[in-house]
């Protein structure tokens, strides 16, 4: 009994390293071999395991996953943290439960093959239950740094988070149980040389550049930084942030006046670079048009909008004209939950009220962040915009990308300064670069600006906690790389197959255990019968 109890105690321990091993693949640590590495570990902890085991080895393994790489959230208060961190898991205990079952010792070797495409399945989830889900943790976003990032304009984001999964369940199925220290079964060998044929052909891939239109276009990035610090008080007094922005914007222009840089066709300013409606707000209004007078250029503000509705709020990207008119706009689509807006608010607020936090509960655009920009030289352009957390959306991205020239992101990070978040969020900028073949220009608050070329490269990328301003020249594209579109088929087909696999491996299971015993009632039967 002892010795089962502490070979169970080993084997969670096992879980919970490989977990942190997985999220040191992250930035801001960055050790991307450790992805794949992790996988293997927890499918060989995983071999000979009930589905109850595997479900508490795979949701322990998501607690060291979650808390090495996502517990930044913790400036927001520890228990927030903790559950998110918790629920986090609940996915790869999904994974390790569905990876237990298909690999059970009575079944079949070949069912195997499917257990890579449970990870899909895991992602697929994350991504979009409950709230919209929370796709931050995609084994794809470490592998920017890696030889296999050239395959991203190819199989896109989701595509190469599968073939992450395959390496890793290949070397976790090949390497020697002790319980069963047998010869690897074919399968285990197929998946093995799918995996070595997969990291060739990404290997061999190489980041993509869309078509030029021959004509490019300057874009001053402006980062104003902001009075408080990390946490929910970051932006400072009222207006601050604003105040710090146009002072960032006259340093600009005078690095284009003293030749250090072109001169900008427009001003990008990151997301809440103002914190209060400036359509209701004369002051904030006229900051704006201060900064506007001063570069005689539009400004593309990201701005915290009152509305639509009775204490309700918009995140949004406006056009904001040398006239002073707002001619274009664009909505926040993808907010996250508990941060931007409450769920199930008139339930939970009496029983939390440290949710009042959240503040006016903010409502999501309902379309693509694709507009029609006027620069100072009279051209119109086509401008993808994506505000933040929305880089971490397959959808969003493409569509804001589709038929733009130019890609921008406005971002505030200031709520995480000093963390990992940044850095992640980052690491998914670059990503997405080199998915969908274009450069694109960041700008935030007060962390980690710059240009991200589109084989992931980085130009001027600007430190933490700081102000800084520099006019980048990027060419306008057209078309698509065929990744953005492929990326969601590979980890929808293979989520819905492996998914199929599970339902099938529990009937085949019940159909077995009725065999053996009359009294255990088929799929689909009740227990007491039915009348006729």
């Known amino acids: 009994m002892n010795r089962l109890s502490s070979s169970g105690t080993l084997r969670a321990l096992g879980a919970l390293a ?8 992250f930035q801001p640590i ?28 795979g949701w322990i393994f998501g607690l060291g996953l979650g808390w090495v790489a996502i517990s930044w959230v913790d400036v927001l208060g520890a228990w927030i943290a903790v559950i998110l961190v918790a629920f986090m898991a609940l996915w790869q205990g999904m994974f390790g439960w569905g990876a237990a079952l298909l690999t ?76 069963r220290p047998a010869r690897p079964q074919l399968p285990a060998v197929l998946l093995a040389t799918s995996a070595v044929v997969g990291i060739v052909a990404a290997t061999i891939a190489r980041p993509v ?52 840089d072109p001169m900008p066709d427009f001003v990008l300013w990151p997301e809440n670079s103002t914190d209060i409606d400036p359509t209701h707000d004369a002051q904030t209004a006229n900051l704006i048009m201060q900064a506007s007078r001063t570069t ?62 959240v503040g006016a509960q903010s409502v999501p655009g309902t379309r693509p962040g694709v507009i029609d920009a006027t620069l100072g030289d009279g051209r119109t352009i086509r401008l993808g915009d994506i505000i933040c957390f929305e880089l971490a959306w397959d959808r969003t991205v493409r569509e804001a990308m589709t038929d733009a020239q130019l890609v921008v992101v406005q971002s505030n990070n200031a709520t995480y300064t000093g963390t990992g978040q940044p850095w992640q969020q980052f690491a998914i900028t670059r990503a997405r670069a080199i998915e969908s073949g274009r450069e694109i220009v960041v700008s935030t608050t007060s962390s980690l600006s710059g240009l991200v070329h589109a084989d992931g490269s980085v130009t001027g990328r600007t430190d933490e906690a700081t102000s800084a301003a ?10 698509a790389t065929p990744g953005p579109r492929v990326g969601p088929w590979v980890e929808g087909a293979a989520a819905l197959v492996s998914g199929v696999g599970v339902l099938v491996a529990l009937v085949l299971g019940r159909i077995r255990r009725h065999a053996r015993d009359p009294r255990e009632p088929l799929p689909g039967s009740s227990a007491e019968g039915c009348d006729v």
């Open 470 to 479: 520099q006019t980048f020249r990027v060419p306008l594209r057209t078309g």
């Open 30 to 57: 960055g050790w991307w071999p450790l992805a794949p590495l992790a996988i293997a570990a927890l499918t060989w902890l995983l071999r000979g395991r009930s589905p109850g085991q595997g479900f508490g080895l």
């Open 104 to 179: 059970r010792p009575e079944r079949s070797p070949w069912w195997l093959l499917l257990v890579p495409g449970l990870w899909s399945l895991a992602e697929y989830g994350a991504s979009r239950v409950p709230f919209g889900g929370f796709g931050w943790l995609r084994l794809a976003y470490p592998m920017v740094e890696s030889p296999l990032a050239g395959s991203l304009p190819w199989i896109g984001v989701g595509g190469l988070s599968f073939l992450v999964a395959l390496i890793g369940v290949a070397i976790g199925a090949l390497l020697p149980s002790p319980s």
């Open 18 to 25: 490989s977990g942190a091993l997985l999220g040191a693949s």
């Open 296 to 357: 005689g250029l539009p400004i593309f503000v990201g701005a915290v909008m009152r509305g639509p509705g009775e204490g309700e709020r918009q995140t949004s990207g406006l056009w904001w004209g040398t006239d002073g008119r707002i001619s274009a706009r664009y909505d926040k689509r993808n907010l996250v939950p508990f941060g931007e807006w409450v769920p199930l608010r008139d339930q939970l607020l009496p029983v939390l009220p440290i949710l009042e936090q």
């Open 209 to 260: 550049e869309l078509p030029s239109t021959g004509e490019s276009v300057d874009v001053g990035m402006v980062q104003g930084d902001v009075t408080g610090t990390a946490g929910s008080e970051a932006m400072g007094y009222a207006r601050s942030v604003t105040d710090n922005h146009v002072s960032e914007t006259v340093e600009l222009m005078a690095r284009a006046r003293a030749g250090l």
